[in-house]
């Protein structure tokens, strides 16, 4: 009788006969089901995670290493973010004068190493080019060493550069309105972007990438190129993030489990 007493508290969270509280019950479900987008991303070891909700001032913090960068021109602060159930908010880019700007060393990738830049975009098309993450050496209006995720007059793309003649781009994706999960993989072998959690275009790539001083920019380039829309939840991986791990992620961000 006594076990069975044991046994029915246990099932309803309840303390057992000499008062020692009995943990929560474990719901059958995988461990990313029980967690958020913010810990998955946490989870897969980022080199910088910026998540964009500051409320003002000139600091875009980093949670992974204190590589924060430094936000200048006409930025709207604190706007509404792309993840479901999350209060975190988002920075608006006024495609002229609002970037973040990062330390010159940070995030080369030189060679042929692996990388992913992950973000969540609100953004339209038009004539124009527009960097949502650039590391880019540039001449008034090419990129001539490094590699860039943006939006394009056709869609979102992926470019990585080696010399004036040398740029190899995914196929772009069409821009739709509202939030969109925008990821750019380097595999060591090809260049990809996943749009919502799926592959959207991919391109062989295997030239080694030269060595860029330029800085790391979110929001523009080196000579512009400077963003119209909202960017959230901004990670930089030394790796290059799987199709499953991107899946999840984005399935999370929606407010879906995995």
């Not at 990313?32 to 001032?57: I, K």
């Not at 973010?81 to 060393?105: E, P, W």
């Not at 196929?171 to 309105?177: I, M």
Request: glycine residues 10%.
């Amino acid at each position: 009788m006594v076990r069975f007493l044991v046994l029915l508290a246990a099932a309803c969270g309840h303390s057992d006969p000499v008062g020692n509280a009995d943990a929560p019950p474990t719901p059958d479900a995988p461990p990313d089901a029980q967690t958020s987008y913010h810990a998955a991303v946490l989870a897969d070891s980022p080199a910088a995670y910026y998540r964009l909700g500051e409320n003002g001032g000139t600091t875009a913090h980093d949670e992974i290493a204190g590589m924060d960068g430094t936000i200048a021109g006409a930025c709207t602060f604190n706007v509404p973010g792309a993840l479901a159930g999350d209060a975190d908010g988002a920075l608006q880019f006024d495609g002229s004068t609002c970037k973040i700007t990062l330390a010159n060393a940070a995030f080369g990738f030189p060679g042929t190493a692996a990388f992913t830049i992950e973000s969540w975009v609100s953004t339209s098309m038009d004539a124009s080019f527009h960097q949502v993450f650039s590391k880019e050496t540039r001449d008034a209006q090419n990129p001539i060493d490094g590699y860039g995720v943006l939006v394009s007059p056709t869609g979102f793309t992926f470019e990585r550069v080696v010399g004036t003649a040398s740029n190899f781009k995914t196929p772009p994706y069409l821009v739709s309105p509202g939030f969109h999960h925008f990821v750019a993989v380097y595999t060591g072998s090809e260049i990809r972007i996943y749009i919502d959690g799926s592959l959207a275009g991919s391109t062989p790539d295997t030239r080694p990438l030269n060595a860029v001083a330029a800085p790391p920019i979110i929001g523009g380039s080196t000579v512009g190129n400077f963003y119209t829309g909202v960017i959230d939840e901004l990670a930089v991986y030394p790796v290059a993030l799987s199709a499953a791990r991107i899946a999840i992620h984005h399935r999370l961000g929606v407010g879906l489990p995995p």
